[in-house]
């Protein structure tokens, strides 16, 4: 079945820092692939659709310059965290989708991110 | 945009007994509407779906209903085991290229042995 592959799984980094999340479908191509935010105990927030080879689109209220995604090749997409801040600690999750229809949607295995 | 309601929050069941979680959505033009089991810690899984020109759906213990009249669907688990516990979440989302989901606020279930 599909697999979608999500680095690192955790990652601790100092306020002002940035970090890059990857997301990468393995055996297969995803032209569209969404990026999740998750607070505990709360439910998957979109952030964002990521589109290979065109910008992404953004939910209301998410801050495009402050959380970048590239989507550079059908396998990959990344989420950059710039500037992070205590607040942006969140457990972040991308999902992909193989081929067409409604099926296949796939997650990531999520990425904490603790910004002290 | 959509917005997806999710009830209730919590549930705690005795195993062997029924488990049922209700979500409305608001767009009418949802038409795709999967249900998500995420163990602590993992990545959501896929457990079952249902596309809007089907009014029920039955995978062995687990089977969803949806009413588009009045825009709510329902996630019914029968014969719990302590295995089902898990935070169940619901999802609604629209087209077939490229859709997104939004998802409910979730539900944590509880099957006690």
């Known amino acids: 079945g599909a697999v979608v592959s999500q680095h690192p799984s955790r990652v601790i980094c100092k306020s002002g820092t940035s970090v890059k999340i990857e997301c990468r479908s393995l055996d297969f191509q995803a032209t569209t692939m969404f990026w999740y935010r998750q607070f505990p105990k709360q439910s998957l927030m979109l952030m964002a659709t990521s589109n290979e080879g065109s910008k992404a689109t953004y939910e209301q209220g998410v801050e495009k310059d402050k959380f970048l995604i590239n989507h550079a090749s059908l396998t990959l997409s990344t989420l950059t965290v710039t500037s992070a801040h205590p607040e942006d600690s969140s457990f972040y999750i991308c999902?992909?989708?193989?081929?067409?229809?409604?099926?296949?949607?796939?997650f990531g295995s999520g990425t904490r991110l603790t910004v002290v | 945009g959509e917005n997806v309601e999710q009830h209730p929050s919590t549930l705690s069941v005795q195993e062997g007994d029924s488990a049922v979680i209700k979500c409305t959505y608001s767009?009418?033009?949802?038409?795709?509407f999967p249900w998500y089991k995420q163990e602590l810690g993992k990545r959501p899984q896929l457990i079952i779906d249902i596309r809007s020109n089907v009014g029920e759906k039955k995978d062995q213990r687990i089977a969803v209903t949806l009413n588009k009249t009045a825009k709510h669907f329902s996630l019914h688990i029968t014969e719990t085991q302590p295995e089902d516990s898990a935070v169940y979440f619901c999802?609604?989302?629209?087209?077939?290229?490229?859709?997104?989901?939004?998802f409910g606020t979730g539900t944590s279930l509880t099957v006690i042995p």
């Open positions: 767009d009418s033009a949802s038409n795709y």
């Open positions: 999902s992909a989708r193989e081929g067409g229809g409604y099926y296949g949607y796939t």
């Open positions: 999802a609604a989302s629209i087209g077939i290229t490229g859709n997104q989901f939004y």
